[in-house]
């Protein structure tokens, strides 16, 4: 995950331009309060595309900005969204698609059909499922203005699935841009347009209401159906300071407050104008990634040893004290998913073992090498959970330090393959859908392709040979069976340390409503504020 600086620099110019416009032609800019939402997000919102980076903050831009072929209902099953009609041929190898009626890009252009097959193939090049697609595709190409074809050498029945992850329609020539470069219009065809005058780096974003879009027919079901957006404008203020945004949430100043901490539930519970929400029943899990390539982490040995030295228990009460919010993971596969499983869980130990992570240390030849673990000092839970890593590391003789900085330096740093002394890392600790690890063709981290796979960077061709036959196996006892053996290589790998699972609710005012609940994602379509 690459972080462009030109589009941080030009988004900056932008911002310049607009504070120094007189304020009376601002205000003319500002609809009623009633009709404006202001939300705090968790992180800030560094990159803007959603090919180069997995981040939440990422994807919900993406979500609001651009409109995607397939979208995932309230069960989690895809269902056509640009897609207006499509068929299966015979021999079920080409599927065809037709892009329904009023589609157009925020510059008032028609999205066309060498726009999807272009978007198609940008996020082929680096997305799990993508790379499947692309592997199995013989053609992907226009057929006419409103038509393109998908050809495959074979059969592959999660195709409409696959299309829903994190596919991300743009113009054809953004989507030109290498996958490895940020693009940085932000013109999508999606329900809000981001107001380029009014961005303002490091204090607030901001999203119309795009009045041209056409939503679906359907009504709004999870992230299908109809995107009716009800209100005018939705504006992400950036408030690092969480008691600050408490405050600001309290005082009516913010009608959104996303990962409040644990311990302001109460404060939050017992205001009358206030509510928590959870809108990702399934959860986050939050997980540590050791850089792989490096000392003393490229030693399977010096993994395990962290493997053996998590006690999940104490990082889930610093997270998120009640546990009526959390649980422990001991599968690779997530908590409670159809393929969860106990494969290969010897090592768990309640507490931890302490010892046994001492000697694995011993016997990968651990000899004093600097761990620097990144902490997002932004996002506190993150950051209060990499101060107990690195304590816990030094009481076991582990030269740990922690590098400070907030989430977006987190995020461009851990792009970083080189060692610590060149601007590398160790560990950093991050949390994703617990409900997104019961695909491994949907979920980067659950990759093991070395240098070309996700940050961390493991190496097996054993796991990924198996993950290879995920999307040809029929049935969930198949998939199951699967899971054990990738689960058995996994533990062993060591790539990613689960620290627990988290159900966090969001801190709203009662007069914002209609909120969807889905894993990952926070679409801000049907939401509405009364006056």
């Known amino acids: 995950m690459t972080i462009s600086r030109r589009s941080l620099f030009k988004t900056g110019i932008a911002a310049g331009a607009v504070l120094s416009m007189p304020s009376v032609l601002r205000a003319q800019t500002v609809p009623p309060d009633a009709r404006t939402v202001h939300m705090v997000k968790v992180g800030g919102l560094t990159i803007f595309d959603p090919v180069v980076t997995t981040t939440n903050i990422t994807l919900d831009h993406a979500t609001a900005v651009y409109d995607t072929l397939f979208s995932l209902d309230s069960k989690l099953m895809p269902q056509p969204q640009m897609v207006g009609k499509w068929d299966l041929s015979d021999d079920k190898k080409t599927y065809t698609f037709e892009l329904r009626d009023g589609l157009s890009w925020h510059d008032g252009t028609p999205v066309t059909a060498a726009d999807c097959v272009a978007s198609i193939r940008r996020w082929g090049q680096v997305k799990p499922g993508g790379q499947l697609l692309m592997a199995r595709a013989s053609d992907i190409s226009k057929k006419d203005e409103n038509t393109f074809t998908i050809v495959l050498k074979k059969p592959l029945g999660l195709l409409p699935t696959i299309l829903t992850q994190n596919l991300y329609v743009m113009r054809e020539k953004d989507a030109a841009t290498p996958a490895t470069d940020a693009v940085t219009a932000n013109v999508g065809s999606g329900p809000f347009k981001f107001n380029h005058a009014l961005a303002k780096p490091g204090a607030s974003f901001t999203y119309d209401r795009n009045e041209n879009y056409v939503p679906r027919s359907e009504p709004s079901n999870g992230l299908a159906g109809g995107k009716i957006v009800k209100v005018d404008r939705v504006i992400w203020d950036n408030i690092g300071d969480q008691q600050t945004a408490l405050a600001a949430l309290q005082a009516g100043e913010i009608d959104y407050l996303e990962g409040p901490p644990a311990d302001f539930y109460p404060v939050i519970e017992s205001d009358p104008n206030l509510a928590l929400q959870v809108l990702d029943a399934s959860g986050q899990v939050y997980f540590l990634r050791m850089n792989c390539l490096q000392k003393p982490f490229d030693n399977v040995r010096a993994r395990q040893a962290v493997l053996h030295l998590i006690n999940q228990a104490a990082y889930l009460s610093v997270i998120s004290p009640d546990p009526k919010y959390s649980s422990t993971?001991?599968?690779?596969?997530?908590?409670?998913?159809?393929?969860?499983?106990?494969?290969?869980?010897?090592?768990?130990?309640?507490?931890?073992?302490?010892?046994?992570?001492?000697?694995?240390?011993?016997?990968?030849?651990?000899?004093?090498?600097?761990?620097?673990?990144?902490?997002?000092?932004?996002?506190?839970?993150?950051?209060?959970?990499?101060?107990?890593?690195?304590?816990?590391?030094?009481?076991?003789?582990?030269?740990?330090?922690?590098?400070?900085?907030?989430?977006?330096g987190l995020v461009a740093r851990r792009a970083n393959k080189g060692p610590v002394d060149e601007g590398g890392w160790s560990i950093f600790i991050t949390s994703e859908s617990n409900a997104s690890r019961g695909d491994p063709t949907a979920t980067e981290s659950l990759g093991a392709r070395g240098e070309t796979g996700w940050f961390g960077w493991p190496n097996s061709e054993e796991y990924e040979a198996f993950r290879a036959k995920w999307a040809d196996v029929a049935t969930l006892e198949e998939r199951k069976a699967l899971a054990r053996k990738m689960q058995q290589v996994a533990w062993d790998l060591a790539g990613t340390v689960f620290l627990g699972r988290v159900v966090s609710p969001i801190a709203r005012r009662k007069t914002l409503t209609g909120l969807i609940g889905m894993p990952e994602l926070i679409p801000m379509w049907n939401m509405q504020k009364a006056s």
Not at 345 to 356: I, Q, R, S, V, Y
Not at 389 to 394: D, I, N, V
């Open 329 to 408: 993971v001991t599968s690779f596969f997530g908590d409670g998913n159809p393929v969860s499983n106990g494969e290969n869980t010897g090592w768990l130990k309640k507490g931890g073992d302490p010892e046994k992570a001492k000697q694995l240390l011993k016997e990968a030849g651990y000899a004093g090498e600097k761990v620097v673990i990144l902490q997002p000092t932004d996002w506190a839970e993150a950051s209060n959970t990499s101060q107990v890593l690195a304590a816990e590391l030094q009481k076991i003789g582990v030269n740990a330090e922690l590098a400070a900085s907030d989430w977006g």
